[in-house]
């Protein structure tokens, strides 16, 4: 391979990694063409972008990316595919209904809301992490909440008091 094209290999990886909020990177190597090309369908319907990838390259361009990155330099070793998404929890549970049938992919690490998760026992957590949008959807429910209590309560109540005012003008007029 050129320089130039390892320079714009890298300048891809770079802007990718730039423009992510979250990826992970995994071992697929073993995987035959089958399960690899049913591997890269499910990710394509899920929104996760994978890249195999020299290791190499990935570090040059991790190095240039603006943050800490340097607990991943480790885990760059073997074979070495990138999954890019928006969604941090997207790729840890498809990896892992993934495995149900495979042995791979396995995750070597995962940059996921600012954090570095290293190794495969990881995976449970990454699953189980929420995203921001389920984030918020929780936040607003336990908001909702209160007020909901307070409006059901005011309107039960508003038949009782509308009955109670009901009996009282009933017993003035007699």
């Known amino acids: 391979m050129r320089r130039e094209e390892k320079n714009s290999i890298i300048e891809g990886l770079q802007q990718q990694l730039s423009a992510t909020s979250h990826f992970y990177l995994a071992d697929i190597s073993g995987l035959n063409a089958e399960d690899t090309s049913s591997l890269r369908r499910k990710c394509f319907e899920k929104d996760i972008t994978l890249l195999v990838v020299k290791n190499t390259l990935l570090?040059?361009?991790?190095?240039?990316?603006?943050?800490?990155?340097?607990?991943?330099?480790?885990?760059?070793?073997?074979?070495?595919?990138?999954?890019?998404?928006?969604?941090?929890?997207?790729?840890?549970?498809?990896?892992?209904?993934?495995?149900?049938?495979?042995?791979?992919?396995?995750l070597k690490a995962a940059f996921v809301e600012q954090s570095i998760y290293l190794g495969d026992d990881q995976l449970d957590l990454l699953a189980s992490l929420k995203s921001k949008n389920e984030l918020i959807g929780d936040a607003l429910s336990l908001l909702q909440s209160p007020m909901k209590s307070v409006i059901s309560a005011l309107s039960s109540g508003g038949s009782q008091l509308a009955g109670a005012l009901e009996t009282l003008s009933e017993k003035q007029e007699s």
């Not at 990155?69 to 997207?90: H, Q, R």
């Open 59 to 106: 570090r040059q361009a991790l190095e240039k990316v603006e943050g800490d990155y340097e607990p991943l330099y480790d885990k760059l070793i073997d074979s070495t595919s990138v999954m890019f998404c928006e969604t941090g929890n997207i790729p840890a549970k498809l990896i892992k209904e993934f495995r149900k049938e495979n042995e791979k992919p396995i």
